[in-house]
């Protein structure tokens, strides 16, 4: 005989053990009513039972719950948590004697305290959660919880020293949320077991480089995600908790039982489920140095200047020196990252070159400038930094050509329902707080500013905080496009054109305003729905009811160019 055991191996104050307890008991209430119900109206009966299963039936409908505190088990490091949560359970278990005693009239007697369940002291990614909660492997054993959400740049040193002992080695990846380590040491606990396991987690997890870092330790040995809530908006009573966007995925050995991913209240059955929480086959997206899809031109990080900001003019000292010099307009250039352009603000740069740094250096404002890059590039600690003192008209990192260009912010509020690329000229010097791709045509702008595109970044872009984080390497380099003819290319160009006139008509509003979902202008949201139209026919005739079903088709597609890149 088998029995049933509830774990929370993060456990806190026990609110998820308390939550789980209630509804177990609140089930078993409704249970014990319709069989009251049932017998009352002469529906069902006993007939047929042993004279044993009879009075077992009767004790259960009269003298008590079968629900049993000690299989009610948790793992805290925080001691005073460990009391509160034992504490929480009784008077759980008392508010649902109570509530017994009022549907069926019988007292549970609370005292004396003999359960107290099984709440332990320690470090759960060190802790044998086997001697917590033995598995042996036929018991029904979930596990549940939300565990701790610490990203990899908040991590104090024990934090970092449970991922070298989890990992066995000291060399483990370094990018890692800490819940990780949950999933981790889940997984294993459950392998080959009737038991299964669902954590309330950040969606850092199913999202960018955490992907490909975590997975592979989790999806070993026949485990497989049986359901997933995609990503949600969710706050706890933990202290300091503002509130996150989560997922919630449950983990089980392989099964024929169906699949089921939950999104906005939705349940949607389907054949897999893959670890960026998509129907899907299991895959992992890597970073690339070179574009997947050969139709893609480069994609790089703009031009940086390493010059201590002695290169870069405001818009005020931009006016005032070609005012005073007008013959330098052909080295002044407009300088554009991410926050310039996304929010309206004008900066300009001395862009020189061997041919021309002489003439200019000639005029004392220039000259003071470069002075003060030499000087700040031979204080640098760093040895290429040092060398490059010796030309201080030069950025430190040249990407920029004279041709129309691409911008793509490498960072973008998670609110937008479009990443504002822009479509620059020739004399915009692209900076490296942003990604730019040059000789670019306009039917790529098109491509970048789709759904289908930022349904690719949502799923493998990952987040800076919770905006969009964009990667050349990571999002880019890995988006999957189909072969593109001359008429696509012409039909793309068109419509996007029109995004880019809509935005010149209101150009008296930065892109953070025209972006913004509650602001947005008809005309241009209107010129985007054509936009992903166009795009969203490229990959099939059938409309797409959902981003879901884009990157079904997707990661589908990225496969395939995988498998035809290894031939």
């Not at 040491?185 to 999202?207: C, D, H, M, P, W």
């Not at 005020?316 to 080295?331: F, G, I, N, R, Y």
């Not at 050349?472 to 996007?496: D, G, H, I």
Request: charged share 25%.
């Amino acid at each position: 005989m088998h029995r049933d055991h509830l774990c929370d191996p993060g456990c806190g104050s026990g609110n998820f053990l308390v939550i789980a307890y209630k509804a177990l008991r609140q089930l078993e209430h409704r249970i014990l009513e319709r069989i009251d119900s049932l017998s009352t109206s002469g529906s069902w009966s006993l007939l047929g039972m042993g004279e044993e299963e009879k009075l077992g039936a009767a004790t259960l409908g009269l003298a008590s719950s079968v629900i049993n505190i000690e299989n009610f088990y948790g793992i805290e490091i925080d001691d005073v948590s460990v009391e509160m949560a034992i504490l929480s359970l009784w008077i759980a278990k008392h508010q649902m004697n109570e509530e017994f005693a009022e549907k069926f009239g019988v007292d549970i007697p609370l005292i004396p305290l003999k359960e107290t369940g099984h709440i332990v002291h320690g470090n759960a990614t060190r802790l044998d959660w086997n001697e917590v909660c033995p598995n042996n492997g036929t018991d029904e054993i979930y596990i549940i919880g939300n565990p701790p959400y610490v990203g990899s740049t908040y991590q104090t040193k024990d934090q970092k020293d449970d991922f070298a002992y989890v990992f066995d080695s000291a060399k483990y990846p370094k990018k890692l949320d800490y819940v990780a380590l949950w999933f981790i040491e889940g997984a294993n606990y459950i392998r080959g077991t009737r038991a299964k396991l669902a954590f309330v987690t950040t969606n850092s997890i199913t999202q960018g480089e955490q992907v490909a870092l975590l997975h592979p330790h989790v999806f070993t040995g026949g485990i497989e995600i049986g359901y997933a809530y995609t990503s949600f908006k969710w706050s706890n009573n933990a202290s300091h908790n503002a509130g996150v966007t989560v997922a919630v995925i449950g983990l089980r050995n392989e099964s024929s039982e169906p699949k089921y991913l939950f999104t906005d209240l939705v349940r949607t059955p389907v054949e897999n489920i893959n670890a960026y929480l998509i129907a899907g086959e299991s895959t992992f997206v890597t970073a690339r140095s070179t574009t997947l899809s050969p139709s893609l031109p480069k994609m790089t990080k703009g031009s940086q200047p390493t010059d201590g900001g002695n290169l870069i003019l405001s818009d005020q000292e931009a006016e005032d020196l070609l005012t005073s010099h007008p013959e330098l307009s052909e080295v002044l250039k407009q300088f554009v990252g991410a926050d310039d352009y996304i929010n309206g603000k004008d900066r300009y740069c001395l862009w020189l070159t061997e041919e021309n740094w002489h003439q200019a250096a000639e005029i004392p404002e220039v000259k003071q400038r470069l002075d003060r890059v030499s000087a700040m590039r031979s204080a640098s600690t760093k040895k290429q930094t040092q060398e490059f003192a010796a030309i201080p008209w030069r950025f430190g990192e040249v990407r920029y050509k004279p041709t129309d260009s691409i911008i793509v912010p490498s960072v973008s509020s998670e609110r937008r329902e479009y990443v504002p690329v822009g479509y620059l000229g020739p004399d915009t010097v692209i900076s490296n707080l942003a990604f730019a791709i040059y000789d670019a045509g306009p039917w790529l702008f098109a491509l970048l500013t789709s759904k289908m595109h930022m349904a690719w970044l949502r799923a493998v872009g990952g987040k800076m905080k919770t905006d969009f984080r964009y990667s050349n390497t990571l999002v880019y380099n890995t988006f999957p496009v189909p072969e593109l003819s001359a008429s696509s290319k012409e039909e793309l160009t068109k419509r996007a054109l029109r995004v880019l006139d809509v935005r010149e008509y209101h150009c008296e509003k930065t892109l953070a305003e025209l972006y913004d979902p509650d602001l947005m202008p008809r005309n241009l949201r209107e010129a985007h729905e054509k936009i992903d139209e166009a795009v969203d026919r490229l990959y099939r005739n059938k409309p797409f009811a959902s981003d879901e079903e884009r990157l079904a088709v997707l990661f589908e597609k990225y496969q395939q160019l995988v498998a035809a890149e290894g031939k």
